[in-house]
C-alpha cells in the first residue's frame, strides 16, 4: 500500500527558486490559488544573471542553489521560477531531488493559440531565446509561425537592481525599443519568457496599444502546481501560510527588503 504523505511534509514549504526576484510574481499567483500554504522564496543573487551564462554554468548554479535550499529547508515541492534555468537544467533537478519539481517555460503554446497573424514574438534572456528547449516548444506548438526572438538582458538588470527606485517613463523607455521590434514584425502575441517581464508586464501591455496581446506562464504554472500537490496528496489545507524570502548572496542595500514588503514576503536575509 503506497505510504500517505506526513502532515511534517505537508507543512513543508513550497520552494520557489530563480536567480533574484523575477520568480516572486509566480509566487503571488500561487499564493491567491493556495493561500495555506508555507512557501520560501530563494533568489540567487549570487549568481546573478543566469540568462548570460553558459548552459552548464546555469546547470551549476540551480544545483548548488538547490543543495544550499535543502540543507536549511525541507520543501514538499520546488517551482523553478525561471525561464533560464528551466530550458537548460529542468531535467538535472528533477534527477537531483526526490520531491516534484515544476518548471515555468515560455508560453510559446497560449501565444500560437491567441496569434491571428500567425506571427508570435518571444522576450526572453540571451540564453533562453538561444535555447534548444524554445526549438522544441516552438516546433511542437507553434511550426508555421514566424517567430520573433528578442533579447533583453538589460531588462533583467533594471528589474533585479532599480524597479523599485524607478519611474514609469524610465520604465516605458526601457521597454520601447523591444515593443517597436515587435510591432515593426507585425507579432500580434507575445511571450514574456522571462520570469522578471511580468514585473513590467502591464507597462507593456499599455505601451503596445492593442498592437500584441502579452502571455506569459503564471497561470498555467500555478494550475501545474495545484495539480501536482493534489495528486501527491501534499496540499496543507488548514493553518495560517507563510513566506519567508532568502537570498543566496548579500545586497548592500535594502532593495529585497523592500521588495519583501512589497509582494508581503518576509526577507531573511542571505539563506543560512
Ligand atoms: N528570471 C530569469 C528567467 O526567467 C532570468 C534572469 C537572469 O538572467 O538571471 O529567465
Same mark, same amino acid.
Given at each position: 500500500?503506497?505510504?500517505?504523505?506526513?502532515?511534517?511534509?505537508?507543512?513543508?514549504?513550497?520552494?520557489?527558486?530563480?536567480?533574484?526576484?523575477?520568480?516572486?510574481?509566480?509566487?503571488?499567483?500561487?499564493?491567491?490559488?493556495?493561500?495555506?500554504?508555507?512557501?520560501?522564496?530563494?533568489?540567487?543573487?549570487?549568481?546573478?544573471?543566469?540568462?548570460?551564462?553558459?548552459?552548464?554554468?546555469?546547470?551549476?548554479?540551480?544545483?548548488?542553489?538547490?543543495?544550499?535550499?535543502?540543507?536549511?529547508?525541507?520543501?514538499?515541492?520546488?517551482?523553478?521560477?525561471?525561464?533560464?534555468?528551466?530550458?537548460?537544467?529542468?531535467?538535472?533537478?528533477?534527477?537531483?531531488?526526490?520531491?516534484?519539481?515544476?518548471?515555468?517555460?515560455?508560453?510559446?503554446?497560449?501565444?500560437?493559440?491567441?496569434?491571428?497573424?500567425?506571427?508570435?514574438?518571444?522576450?526572453?534572456?540571451?540564453?533562453?531565446?538561444?535555447?534548444?528547449?524554445?526549438?522544441?516548444?516552438?516546433?511542437? $506548438?507553434?511550426?508555421?509561425?514566424?517567430?520573433? %526572438? +528578442?533579447? @533583453? &538582458?538589460?531588462?533583467?538588470?533594471? *528589474?533585479?537592481? #532599480?524597479?523599485?527606485?524607478?519611474?514609469?517613463?524610465?520604465?516605458?523607455?526601457?521597454?520601447?525599443?523591444?515593443?517597436?521590434?515587435?510591432?515593426?514584425?507585425?507579432?500580434?502575441?507575445?511571450?514574456?519568457?522571462?520570469?522578471? $517581464?511580468?514585473?513590467?508586464?502591464?507597462?507593456? %501591455? +499599455?505601451? @503596445? &496599444?492593442?498592437?500584441?496581446?502579452? *502571455?506569459?506562464? #503564471?497561470?498555467?504554472?500555478?494550475?501545474?502546481?495545484?495539480?501536482?500537490?493534489?495528486?501527491?496528496?501534499?496540499?496543507?489545507?488548514?493553518?495560517?501560510?507563510?513566506?519567508?524570502?532568502?537570498?543566496?548572496?548579500?545586497?548592500?542595500?535594502?532593495?529585497?527588503?523592500?521588495?519583501?514588503?512589497?509582494?508581503?514576503?518576509?526577507?531573511?536575509?542571505?539563506?543560512?
Amino acid at each position: 500500500m503506497p505510504l500517505m504523505p506526513s502532515s511534517e511534509s505537508r507543512n513543508g514549504p513550497i520552494a520557489f527558486l530563480d536567480s533574484g526576484i523575477g520568480g516572486i510574481p509566480y509566487l503571488v499567483k500561487l499564493r491567491k490559488k493556495l493561500p495555506r500554504e508555507n512557501y520560501l522564496y530563494l533568489a540567487d543573487h549570487a549568481n546573478f544573471p543566469y540568462g548570460e551564462k553558459p548552459v552548464e554554468k546555469i546547470r551549476e548554479a540551480v544545483l548548488q542553489t538547490t543543495d544550499r535550499l535543502l540543507s536549511f529547508s525541507r520543501p514538499k515541492m520546488i517551482v523553478l521560477a525561471c525561464n533560464t534555468a528551466s530550458v537548460s537544467a529542468l531535467q538535472n533537478l528533477r534527477d537531483h531531488v526526490d520531491i516534484p519539481v515544476v518548471g515555468v517555460v515560455p508560453a510559446v503554446k497560449p501565444a500560437a493559440h491567441l496569434s491571428g497573424e500567425r506571427t508570435i514574438g518571444v522576450l526572453a534572456t540571451e540564453s533562453t531565446v538561444n535555447a534548444p528547449y524554445l526549438d522544441s516548444l516552438i516546433e511542437q $506548438f507553434a511550426r508555421d509561425f514566424r517567430v520573433v %526572438r +528578442v533579447a @533583453a &538582458g538589460d531588462i533583467v538588470a533594471f *528589474v533585479e537592481n #532599480r524597479l523599485l527606485q524607478s519611474t514609469r517613463e524610465e520604465q516605458n523607455r526601457l521597454v520601447a525599443p523591444a515593443i517597436e521590434t515587435f510591432r515593426r514584425e507585425r507579432a500580434d502575441a507575445v511571450v514574456l519568457g522571462c520570469t522578471h $517581464f511580468t514585473f513590467l508586464e502591464e507597462n507593456i %501591455r +499599455v505601451l @503596445a &496599444g492593442g498592437a500584441f496581446l502579452t *502571455v506569459d506562464s #503564471r497561470e498555467g504554472v500555478a494550475n501545474q502546481s495545484v495539480r501536482v500537490l493534489e495528486k501527491e496528496g501534499l496540499l496543507r489545507e488548514e493553518g495560517e501560510g507563510s513566506a519567508l524570502f532568502y537570498t543566496t548572496g548579500s545586497r548592500d542595500d535594502d532593495y529585497y527588503h523592500r521588495i519583501g514588503d512589497r509582494f508581503f514576503l518576509d526577507f531573511r536575509g542571505e539563506a543560512p
